[in-house]
């Protein structure tokens, strides 16, 4: 059993394994920011009154709600400090999913269905919560032990749910009830227009000229819809999706380019900041790290 950390920085939290799984029972007044990881994550709720807000939607938790949070998407979620809270929290690889996938199963199909569709949470029916809970159960003891196989035993469960969270998210994700979810439909659609155009134009008087609003109302919306100001969800979203390049090798100038900075010592200032080092840096650290872990592998 661990607990969930974080960084300095609006990304929180380092995973170098194929997974990891915290389970967290507490009663504390915590407040967190929005932020993002650069990994996939799955929250289990199991108890207490939460809401979680991903990218301008709010949901409220019911127990064993699943919510599945792709690296892509800033989230953060509202506590009451009077109930305790509980969850089960996955922090997911997405090499190792990749490496379990072929092309009839994309293990991270669920993550990137949730995110292309805007909508995060998976609710089992009764009847099917039985298996779930059996299989987090036996995970997590298998994550504790020290016996012979048990790496091998704690991957294949994770593999069991993993294609359980597939197979519900493809056959339905209807029986949400309304009242559970929150967004504002113009937010939505603002939010849809910047990730689509992180590379184009979205200065904030371009924005509320495409979508009929005074700027100061636009700005005044935005943030009492999503807990952003306009300009910093714009830059942390560019940041991330410069981040995915920088992975694949793209050179910085390129990648300052394509994500929308019209000037290139600002990215690396602002890329520094969020990442902790210059484009150059991080890529090289990222190979290295690559090629321990192909000789671990």
Excluded at 120 to 149: Q, V, W, Y
Aim: charged share 30%.
């Amino acid at each position: 059993m661990k607990n969930e950390a974080g960084n300095t920085h609006n990304k929180r939290g380092y995973l170098n394994r194929d997974f990891e799984l915290f389970h967290i029972k507490d009663q504390k007044n915590l407040q967190f920011e929005f932020h993002y990881h650069d990994f996939n994550k799955i929250i289990i709720f199991i108890s207490g009154k939460v809401t979680y807000l991903i990218e301008g939607k709010a949901y409220r938790l019911k127990p064993w709600d699943v919510l599945l949070i792709s690296s892509r998407e800033v989230h953060k979620p509202i506590i009451d400090a009077e109930e305790v809270y509980e969850r089960i929290v996955l922090w997911v690889n997405t090499d190792f999913l990749t490496r379990h996938s072929n092309p009839d199963c994309d293990l991270s199909s669920c993550f990137d269905r949730a995110y292309n569709e805007k909508f995060n949470l998976i609710r089992f029916d009764p009847s099917e919560l039985k298996d779930i809970r059996t299989i987090l159960s036996h995970m997590e003891e298998a994550c504790k032990s020290n016996e012979f196989g048990s790496h091998i035993l704690k991957n294949s469960l994770f593999m069991q749910f993993i294609v359980q969270i597939n197979r519900k998210l493809i056959s339905t994700r209807k029986n949400i009830e309304s009242s559970d979810i929150e967004f504002d439909e113009s937010i939505s659609s603002i939010l849809d227009y910047i990730n689509e155009n992180l590379g184009k134009d979205l200065s904030i008087e371009h924005i509320a000229s495409r979508f009929f609003m005074s700027k100061y109302y636009l700005m005044h919306k935005f943030k009492n819809q999503t807990g952003y100001s306009l300009y910093n969800y714009i830059l942390q979203k560019r940041l991330i999706a410069a981040n995915e390049l920088i992975k694949k090798g793209v050179p910085a100038m390129e990648t300052s380019i394509e994500c929308g900075f019209g000037d290139y010592s600002s990215f690396v200032r602002a890329f520094k900041k969020m990442f902790g080092s210059s484009p150059k840096k991080y890529y090289m650290n990222l190979q290295k790290e690559q090629k321990l872990n192909e000789k671990e592998h």
